[in-house]
């Protein structure tokens, strides 16, 4: 079977299609014929190496995101049969509870070996159901991107109804974020330097948007749409470059998901408004299998339908695509086809 | 000015009308023209005496829940101005936190004096703007049953997407609960003995109804429902004459919210089902000012509409009234006019 | 190898010595050379068939409390090794989080094969190591009792320093709760029908001791010792002979954690108090493995030694000490010796 | 009667004696008759200006801290008397649940009137018994510092027995926290540039003690404390200078209290390893009147006795108090005497 493997040297350029034996399935596992990938910045931060030794050692097989049908169970294997539309979890290991040295063991796509392959071999533990109205390319986007946004704003959060959810650009995470939050019966206001992107935003359901090429000063507007008290949630993907302001537009005891440093690693943090406004700064690590049946089941319930770019990549070309990442052209998930 | 005063003994025939003199403000309290009350079971128990020294004494002024417009406020009262239209909260004390004896000390309408007069005198703590878009009738409902379902399923239960919610019957909390659940993002089966009701209940969204009548094993239906895994909330105000059935549809670590106990006081309850499920068992008492204003906001982005009964009572017949309530023939909210 | 079945019928008189072969370890298995076993209500109920399907079919290999050193190790297993001092989980599946379907698949003593054999085979994923400072007839004790306790006070409870628990009798969790209370911070009132028990229960720091043969309501004293206010927290093992009494006892908003069903598994509640009150029943059914390894790192920083009887059942005996636990003669966890 | 006034710019060296009329309290009021301040970081930032408009205008009186005897009683207090040994609370309006926009609208000693004034005049609800086996002097240590290290691990962390906390340095936070963690039962490692002031903390019980300057690199020896997991809790008063060590130290999923900014208001901060580790920074800006009585009954309990520095500083020498607190010379809280 063809995989596609980073194998001599990290960067995305090195990923190559090369043939590994067809996996045979143990009594507790399964073979999930991949059907469809989906990239996050995560890959190509994995595929430069820059997560040092979390991230695993070469030849590595990428991504963490992907879908397909059960093709082999193990003979103890119950719950899974074949034909069945599945994803492989985020982390192998981190099935219930917290993340933690017990629970959150290693992940798809760094350190253990991801969804890049025609077969992939997964303890049956390890595997969740698709929601029954998806399709692969739909499914092949939910482990990663929507687990965070998921466990973020309903796990760990604790949003509720009439809540305000303040997001940032249109990013997968971020437009997850905006399904998540409008399930859980929360207002949002979505900020992008795209007027384009803020209309398909709004059209998803956003109740403000902020172009923040025109407002640098977006908190202060985020501040008026909530009658000066604060936003209640932010979900913080630009890192350093936009945190002072995350923390200007909360509100008093209010929490700041922090996900992701797509701007750098460091910054200039401002302590002591954290202090006087009681603020909570929560990092986010994707999340359990528990995170991600929960939200298949709230996704079913919703029909919600991921937000999925009209491009589609060719499985040779995923170095292509995870370069292409940072141009930011597209609008939610970027899928690719796998075989 | 007119006030309805249970006088010289307990029973909903002693209300009488009286005239009281208009209650001026201290610098910290409003005066509220009340325009509209709503009844809850908990009136009724109430003008019998039924809670006992937590009642109050004669004479007093029933109900707690009710709606008008500021008539005068305080020389330092800022947040309010004449002519908004208001809701006093439950209770008088408990504006923030858990119940407790320091910040639950007394409800209106028992043992302090409740809405049922044309002036009302409250601190302006105790006060909540209604929501922009409900009128006064509608917002008359809010302060008892409505909380009381948003405490039980959001703020002591934190309910989320995608959770179901099972609803006993058609009275002003189930409906709120219904309603509440929905913009939460759960799912809901709701019992009831009328088909016309249960059909009603369907219009307004929720997901399974099952008319016990037919099918007196509904907890079996629930789980069906569920997949065999048991609800993951219930909004038990039936009492004892359901708890058994409620502990049987809910699912492992799940949770019940004792509401009322319609059918009776005290009944027999399987423990070791409790112990080996792991199930909680939740006491809920109405809720503080701030979940009313949790409650209010969410309301108001999503534009609920409170379900009332098309009859409405004339402040004299407050009593009959009362009285009629156990027969059940109303479908939301009974709701009465001032003046 | 010897183990003690319960072969041919239900009856804690038809258990009976027997022989099987002794296990092998598969790769990701431990097999542990038990030393030392514990027995719990719980053990009685499941020998007399009392838990119906959830208890498993014959024959059984009953008890879930135990303690030995590991024999053997399978080829994938890093954190034992042979000598460890070590005890099964109870639930051999729920590692983390909370009790579900998906968590909590099976306990040890039943349906799942026991700790009553020499020589007891165990994914070493169920296996925690005892607290360095006990012996395999100290560290017998934890898994069921001990664990109960923690879940309920710390895990499910949250209980602080300062808050005041009520403890009934002098059983194995009360013990332990006692304890672990003591650990947390809180103060303690713990009841009795014996003098001589409740002076043994003060010498282990208990703050307050009842006796309710002379002072039948307990729970007047209980609010007496509270300020009135009622006690934070009940750990309720009695059952319906007791829990109106804890109710009543408890303070507005406190929790009651019931444990066990010993009067009977069905009692009439006065469910009224429960809602006027805010009142938490939270059933509790041992808990997870984290939870035992959360609590054997707070004994070993406190060096709890675990109060045993002073007897000692031998192996064989195993049948009469189940039976002879509702005399409640001991004082603590009754320990029997294997082999 | 005396205040010591900061009347015409900001700055420690501009607060001087002056005359005030004694205040009569209103029918909800209370008269302390103050005997002992102490004071804080926070106090020398608010006689500089430094809180901005969050610190109020001139004149004002300082500190937050401090104790006395009820004086005098308005018509309506029940619940205290002349001669309760009391400690007006930190925030005036923040009692119960958390903080927000609603809860805490002001502090004593900025904006609003401190502690330095022989008599105080203080709404009854805003007011705390002192523990019983406490003088003046030690009380007037509670409002402030030891409450935020009581929120901080208790009420906001939940830290449980078995915990291990590191606490930096040995100023008043840090040494209540030391002691309340005690209390809850964890486990404590604590950081200072002394050996003399280690060996203190180690006789207050202290489980690990690190010079930072013999070991700047004290987050890996922390990491070695805990088997290589992490702390569980860090108390975090050195800000920006330590932080990233603190990231460093913590476990996964673990807590960083973010309480004060000693060494500047800004730092870098690396987001990725909040991120990967799912790390939560939680700012804590002191606490409610609750947690103040939560944290007196536990005191009482467990007869903690603040630890207080040798010096005294007489009223008229509140500025050079304040100046001389970065010196850090002393171990404990500063205490003054009143009159």
Redesign the interface.
């Known amino acids: 079977m063809k995989v596609m493997l980073l194998e001599n040297d990290w960067g995305p350029k090195n990923i190559r299609a090369a043939e590994r034996p067809e996996p045979e399935p143990g009594p507790h596992d399964v073979v999930i014929a991949m059907e469809a990938v989906s990239i996050n910045p995560r890959d190509l931060i994995m595929s430069k190496g820059g ?1 040092g030794r ?1 991230g695993g050692t070469l030849p590595l097989v990428l991504l963490c995101d992907g879908a397909g049908r059960i093709a082999a169970t193990g003979d103890e294997v119950r719950h899974l049969k074949p034909g069945d539309l599945v994803c492989p979890t985020y982390s192998r290991t981190w ?10 063991k290693g992940a798809h796509g760094g350190p253990l070996d991801g969804t890049l392959q025609e077969k992939m071999l997964v303890p049956a533990d390890a595997v969740v159901k698709a929601p029954a109205h998806m399709s692969a390319e739909q499914a092949a986007t939910l482990p990663c991107a929507a687990v965070t946004a998921w466990n973020a704003l ?2 760990q959060g ?1 949003i ?3 809540d305000t959810v303040l997001l940032q650009g249109t990013g997968g995470v971020s437009l997850f974020a905006l399904q ?1 939050a409008r ?3 929360a ?1 949002t206001i979505i900020t992008s330097s795209s007027d384009a992107k803020l209309e398909r935003a709004r059209d998803m359901g956003a ?1 403000h948007t902020i172009n923040y090429r025109d407002v640098p000063d977006w908190h202060k507007q985020a501040l008026e749409h909530t009658g000066g ?1 604060g936003v209640d949630h932010v979900v913080e993907v630009g ?2 470059g936009t ?1 002072e302001k995350s923390i200007a537009a909360v ?3 209010g929490t700041i998901s ?4 797509l701007s750098g ?8 408004r ?12 994707v999340g ?1 299998r ?1 995170m991600l049946e ?2 298949v ?6 029909r919600i339908e991921p937000t999925i770019d009209e491009q589609r990549f060719e499985f040779e070309d995923v170095g292509r695509a995870l370069m292409s990442l940072p141009e930011g052209r597209h609008f939610g998930k970027i899928v690719g086809l796998v075989g």
Chains 1, 2, 3, 4 share one sequence.
Do not use: C, P, W
């Not at 690693?265 to 002591?272: R, T, W």
């Not at 089941?297 to 919703?302: D, K, N, P, S, T």
């Open positions: 997560y979390m099935l219930f509870g917290t993340a933690s040295a017990s629970t959150h309903v796990e604790g509720k109804a009439g998540i399930m859980q019966g207002g109740d008290k890192g350093s945190l509100r008093q005891s922090v996900i992701g440093v690693n460091a910054g200039e943090l401002n302590l002591g954290i202090v006087t406004r009681n603020v909570r700064l929560q990092g986010v690590t359990s528990e929960n939200m089941r709230a996704m079913e319930l919703h």
